[in-house]
């Protein structure tokens, strides 16, 4: 995940393709995709920190990105 932080967006290159959810530090969904192995999001995100849970191939991964 890349830059983190930011001051737009965020970008998210994996090997394999996962499925992804973002969400607030409330745990609210904001996004969710499939089967992806690049992702762009948060553009239109105000500033705080959120959190991408990341499921591939069964294993699930929790990062935090934090938007300025």
Do not use: C, H, W
Not at 13 to 23: A, F, N, P, T
Not at 26 to 49: D, M
């Amino acid at each position: 995940i890349y830059p983190n932080p930011s001051r737009n967006n965020f970008n998210v290159s994996l090997s394999d393709e996962s499925d992804i959810k973002v969400m607030d530090v409330n745990g609210q969904v904001l996004e969710k995709v499939r089967q992806v192995s690049q992702f762009t999001f948060g553009e239109n995100y105000p500033a705080g920190i959120f959190v991408l849970q990341v499921t591939t191939n069964g294993v699930v991964k929790t990062l935090r990105v934090v938007k300025e």
